[in-house]
Nanobody
Framework: QVQLVESGGGLVQAGDSLRLSCAAS????????MGWFRQAPGKEREFVSA????????NYADSVKGRFTVSRDNAKNTVYLQMMSLKPEDTAVYYC??????????????????????WGQGTQVTVSS
């Protein structure tokens, strides 16, 4: 498995921006598809975004499309989630996840929690109105 540590969360006002980071351990991070999920109180964990190991393919939930951007720097073993025009409904704990599958295609992205086998501890994002 991969060890993941998220950072960058905080309390912001509606319309503000935040950038989340997820630092990963392991020499083979560069071939792992990565994902971002979030969980609000009383709700199930939901998909936010995913990126292929090559970084060339991405996918987004409709609720964040056009506002969030996922990227990765394989040299730094880090994946990012740039969040803009934040809304109160974006308030949640944000988790990054890794799919430690060395056979994933360079363009493969995954949208379900069960597609991933390593998770970070989460970082809180709170957006006030």
């Amino acid at each position: 498995q991969v060890q993941l540590v998220e950072s960058g969360g905080g309390l912001v006002q509606a319309g503000d921006s935040l950038r989340l980071s997820c630092a990963a351990s392991g020499r083979t991070f560069s071939i792992y598809p990565m994902g971002w999920f979030r969980q609000a109180p009383g709700k199930e964990r939901e998909f936010v975004s995913a990126i292929s190991w090559s970084g060339g393919y991405t996918n987004y939930a409709d609720s964040v499309k056009g506002r969030f951007t996922v990227s990765r720097d394989n040299a730094k073993n880090t994946v990012y989630l740039q969040m803009m025009s934040l809304k109160p409904e974006d308030t949640a704990v944000y988790y990054c996840a890794a799919r430690a599958d060395k056979s994933s295609g360079r363009h493969s992205v995954y949208g379900g929690p069960s597609d991933y086998d390593s998770w970070g501890q989460g970082t809180q994002v709170t957006v006030s109105s």
